[in-house]
């Protein structure tokens, strides 16, 4: 094991701790703002008033969002079975490119999708938590490689459907930038199922799968350990977000 890069490994999780601890609660305090405009009768899409809040976000620059919105319960609303009140926008252009997502919430449509069988909806729902989905290629909004971070918004015991942000691939790595380009040896940003999110080597580009590590069973714990077969791995695991940091010299 090297020292060296195991520190660096250490000192690279606690950055990505850092950017997960501002998406998380930028993620909270959109589900209470979701959920106290849904505490009553059965609202119609008019009554979700989260447009000015969701454009704020992806005018800041300290971490630029690709995507910010809630995404409904279907039956929740009284004049839309389906319904994404979402806005996008380029992370490099900010408010000029921002812009309500249009999505096709017709279920008699042939573009239409039902979001309620994608992860980044079921899992909050089943689990009553957020989740971080991806990266994977958003194919309805990005067409880049995303991560979708989604919270289920509860209001009085029931699920009312999911809040959350988009996060570009690319935007990650370019926060993680001076600690990728600094790395004395190799150091892989990975999701729990060994997914690359960003890395100091180009031989492991984002979205690339790991291979040997074992199944999910591996993200366990935040201290350096080694994982993988053959040519291992040391895992340091983040405390924010599950994401963690492969190292090796």
Known sequence: MSSTVVTEAVSLAARVDELGSWVG????????????????PMPRRADLRIEGHCRALLEQREFPLAG???????????DATYWLEWWTAD??????????????????????????????????????????????????????????????????????????????????????????????????????????????????VVGDLVRGL?????FTGRRPGRVGSGDAWDFVQCTTVPLGVLSRP
């Not at 609660?25 to 009553?40: I, S």
């Not at 979001?115 to 994977?136: D, M, N």
């Open 25 to 40: 609660y930028t993620v909270h305090e959109l589900v209470r703002l979701v959920a106290r405009q849904l505490d009553g």
């Open 68 to 78: 910010a919105g809630f995404v409904a319960e279907t039956g929740l609303l009284h």
């Open 91 to 204: 992370p490099d252009v900010g408010s000029l490119s921002c812009r309500r997502l249009a999505a096709d919430t017709d279920p008699t449509s042939v573009g239409f999708r039902d979001y309620t069988e994608l992860p980044w909806f079921v899992t909050p729902r089943e689990t009553g938590r957020a989740h971080v989905t991806g990266p994977y290629v958003d194919y309805v909004c990005t067409d880049q490689h995303t991560l979708t971070v989604t919270e289920p918004v509860v209001v009085d015991g029931g699920f009312r459907g999911v809040a959350g942000v988009d996060v570009l691939a690319s935007t990650v790595e370019r926060l993680l930038r001076e600690w990728l380009d600094t790395a004395s040896g190799v150091l892989v940003v990975v999701n729990r199922v060994g997914r690359v999110v960003a890395s100091s080597d180009p031989g492991h």
């Open 214 to 218: 074992p199944n999910d069973s591996w």
